[in-house]
C-alpha cells in the first residue's frame, strides 16, 4: 500500500473551501444549512478567522461532495493527517476490486469495456474493446504508447481519429469533460498538461480552447468508426465507484460500449465467435 497521495502547494483551507463552495454554486447560508452549521461560523471558516476541526473538516468536504484526493488536501490545509490512502490497483488488498472489474469487464463481451485512471490511462480493456482497437488501429501505435491514453487515442492523427465519422462531436464532448475536470475539479498539473497536450494536436478548432463550464455533459456519447468499407455505430456510458474509500478505486472509470445499430451488434458477436 502506498502512502497518502502527494499533495501540491497548500493553500489555506478557508481558501479551498470557498473554491469548492463557488464550484457546486452554493451560497454560504445554503452551505450552512447543508451542514447543519451557522453561517456566521462557516463565513468565519471561509476567512481563517475559525480553525476547523476535523470532524468540520469531513462534514463540510461531505456536504460538497468533494473527491477523497482532494480531503486529504483540506485535511493538510487544515493541520491534520490525511485519512484516504491511494493503493495501487495490483496490491493484494485490491484483489476483490480487480475481481469486481474483470466480472464488469467480462459481463459486457462481446461490446468493448475499458477501465481508466483519472488521467485516461487505459488500465484494463475486455476482448471486446481488444477487437475494436485490433480493426481500426495500427497495432505498432498501440504498442508505443503503454499505457495508452484515450484522450490522445482520439485527438492524435496517428490514433483513432482519422477513423472517427463523428470526431467533432466525439472531441467536444471529451474536452468539455477534461476542461471541467482541469478547472473544477483538484488542481492537478497532470490534467492540465493532458489537456494542454490535447489542444495542441492538429486540427482542434480555436473555440475548443475556451472551456463551456456552465454546459452540462451530455448523458451518453456516441462513436462512429469506419475503414474502408467497415463501419461501427456504439453509444456509450462512463461509470465510476460508487461508495470508495481508496483514492485509486474512486478515481476509476469504467466505459462501457453498446452497438448503436444491428450491423455493429451482428459484426461484434460474429468477431467473438472466431
Not at 50 to 70: F, K
Not at 130 to 135: A, P, S
Request: charged residues 20%; glycine residues 4%.
Amino acid at each position: 500500500m502506498s502512502p497518502p497521495a502527494s499533495v501540491s502547494t497548500v493553500q489555506p483551507f478557508g481558501a479551498l473551501l470557498r473554491q469548492w463552495r463557488t464550484a457546486r454554486k452554493l451560497s454560504q447560508l445554503a452551505l450552512a444549512l447543508e451542514a447543519d452549521i451557522s453561517a456566521r461560523h462557516l463565513s468565519f471558516l471561509e476567512t481563517g478567522r475559525a480553525q476547523p476541526s476535523r470532524a468540520m473538516v469531513l462534514l463540510l468536504a461531505t456536504s460538497l461532495d468533494v473527491p477523497l484526493r482532494e480531503r486529504n488536501r483540506w485535511l493538510l490545509a487544515a493541520g491534520y493527517a490525511p485519512l484516504y490512502r491511494e493503493t495501487v490497483l495490483t496490491a493484494p488488498e485490491m484483489r476483490p476490486a480487480q475481481q469486481a472489474l474483470e466480472f464488469v469487464l467480462q459481463q459486457q463481451e462481446p461490446y468493448p469495456a475499458l477501465v481508466m485512471d483519472r488521467q485516461w490511462n487505459l488500465l484494463r480493456s475486455n476482448q471486446g474493446a481488444d477487437r475494436v482497437f485490433r480493426l481500426f488501429l495500427d497495432p505498432a501505435y498501440l504498442q508505443a504508447a503503454r499505457p495508452p491514453n484515450i484522450m490522445r487515442l482520439t485527438f492524435d492523427p496517428h490514433g483513432l481519429r482519422p477513423c472517427m465519422v463523428n470526431w467533432d462531436e466525439v472531441a467536444g464532448h471529451m474536452l468539455h469533460r477534461l476542461h471541467r475536470e482541469a478547472v473544477l475539479g483538484i488542481p492537478d498539473e497532470d490534467t492540465t498538461h493532458l489537456l494542454d497536450t490535447v489542444l495542441a494536436f492538429p486540427g482542434v478548432p480555436s473555440r475548443a480552447h475556451i472551456p463551456a463550464l456552465a454546459t452540462a455533459l451530455a448523458p451518453l456519447a456516441f462513436l462512429e468508426l469506419r475503414k474502408d468499407d467497415l463501419t461501427v455505430k456504439f453509444f456509450s456510458i462512463l461509470a465510476t465507484l460508487g461508495t470508495p474509500q481508496d483514492i485509486t478505486l474512486q478515481e476509476l472509470r469504467i466505459e462501457c460500449f453498446f452497438p448503436g445499430d444491428a450491423t455493429t451488434e451482428a459484426l461484434m458477436r460474429r468477431l467473438a465467435e472466431t
